[in-house]
């Protein structure tokens, strides 16, 4: 085999997407298509007391208007991840009541999309009004339930008794702002019915099968009679695994009228309809020994969920696995606001988490007189505390010291507001960066075409992290072609189940059954072909070979916890007279296992960084007190970083493939790189200003 993966292959869908032919959910083309325009809630709390929808039905071009009095058929789904899962528990139109601003309460459907939006307007709605809840400091907050089988609550040893003892202790309170989904491509999807009874689907889904089986429960269809399409994402972070209600309602009206029938949600809808990661509010306390041992770690959170469906962001989950200490307590609170569901958004769970706990451990620090690398060394945990089980593959120690050499660490002044450049205050800050490893079952069908070409199949998508070239790259190595002369073609349902492209998982998932399947092609082809042809399958008596095959995980998830890590090293400069703030250098340092591509392995964790980087100091919505909407309504309101906000970001890779953890050695890079952003800038603004910035966004006024 030739060397091809771990060197920098450049995107294989790169040439579709730079001149416009790769085709996104709302641009394919179907005979006959409609246009659906949704008709939304104003207030967050209360009841319908009337509609009228006679004007927008007499509109020009109306086909037809779906309100909760005439709601088309949809069967109630599991909803349990195994069998079917969709992001809002409540049926899109199942009664008069409205949970939260923006909630769908029609759909118009006409010829054109400007007819359709015009009637949308024209519905008239009258409602009984409540005050909703939109606060979190005027919710009710109880115990979280479990997530995903693991219970929100966890304790070891005593810590009341540890933290009295400790010589050295700190407790503090962190929040971070609700944040909203806003990937490039808006939520869309085109539903088209064909024979009264097969359903074909175009919509952005980061789990092709999953949404299969989902569409199939929704509407009382074998699983075989519905075709799920999406070979491009747009950007999905976590908004587009599942369907939302938008797309129930899309599906269920284009099956009343026999109409494909296309919504797209505009950005003012996207912030009620397309999910977010809650607000949390976090409170730790670390207790050490003198030399920096931690003795002590309590991690109490608080998040919000909606009424019509629970999601409580996993901020503790990571912290049994960062630094040991005999006594360790975490636990959650969660409390229901009338707003829309939040979800899963890029590393959930572990990117606010770390921004407390990692800012907690600066802290901690600077109370010891210890420096944060050497602090974070000295407690690196060997094993997860809760599931006692050792890590795999852990280079984290090598991330810390690479990055420190690198960054020129030592050389930091040790006093606060020491350093300045050009009139401005300079300020260092470091924080680790952790992810777990996850993968699933994926089956790939690999063909040997006689031209010398391969094709590589899998239902398995991109959301634009770059797997069609990770693909083709791990093929092309194992069957030893060009890059150029292998073929991936994938998000289609009608291909081998290739798992979900979510939990950075979609490569650690995938290429483990891309080898396999193109070593059993191998064997096929050689087996058939002479060996002086095999190099020219063109000369052999074969047009084709080909071979699918299946990886799944084993036990070995009994016996190794799975994580990967990282650091980064941050400078800032602060202009305190205006109260401006700069992120002037960066550098990451990651162990990740196996790289695969490291072109599109470094954009990945820079991606993750400059998104780390808007949560830090841009990103935050509000919701109106009185009615409950967003306050932010577009991409112009709602800020994030912009070219000229970033400075180059230096990514290295350190560590070796993780063969515990699959044949490939890989691990995941989407999600890691966002965690301990936050908290790395915040320290860097303690360094160089002496202020401990605690809330976020860390915006101008906070820095007066």
Known sequence: MSQVTGTSINRKDGREKVTGTATYAAEHRIPGLVHGYLVTAPIAHGQITSIDTQEAEAAPGVIALFTHKNSPAVCKPTNNFMTSKIYEARLPLSDDQIYYAGQIIGLVVADTFEQARHAAYLVKVEYASQTPIVEASKAT?????????????FEKGDFAIAIAEADGKITATYTTSTELHAPMEPHAIIAHWQDGENLTIYEPSQWVIGSQRTYAELFGLSIEQVRIVTPFIGGAFGSKAFPWSHAILCAAAARQLQLPLKVVLSRRQMTANAGHRSETKQTISLGANADGSLVAIDHAVKSCTSPVDVFTEPCTGITPAMYSTPNLRTRQELAVMNVGVPTFMRAPGENPGLWALESAMDELA???????????????????????LPFSAKYFAECLRVGAEQFGWENRPKQVRSLTRDGKLIGWGMAASSFPALRSAATVTVKLLADGTAHILTSGNDMGTGAYTIVAGTAAEVLGLPVEQVRVEMGDSLLPNGGMAGGSQMTATLVPAVMKACEEVLQTAKAKTAPEAFANLSQSGESIFQATASTAPGDEGKKWAFQSWGAHFCEVSVDEEIARLRVTRWISVMNIGRVMNSKTAASQIRGAVIMGIGQALMEECHFDPNIGYPVVYDLATYHYPSHADISRIEVTFVGEPDYKFNPAGVRGAGEIGITGVSAAIANAVYHATGKRIRDLPITPDKLL
């Open 141 to 153: 907050f109880n115990q979280a339930h479990s997530m995903f089988g693991e219970e929100m609550k």
């Open 366 to 388: 600077w109370e010891l007189k210890i420096d944060p690398v050497e602090l974070r060394l000295k407690n690196e945990a060997k094993e997860h505390q809760r599931r006692g």
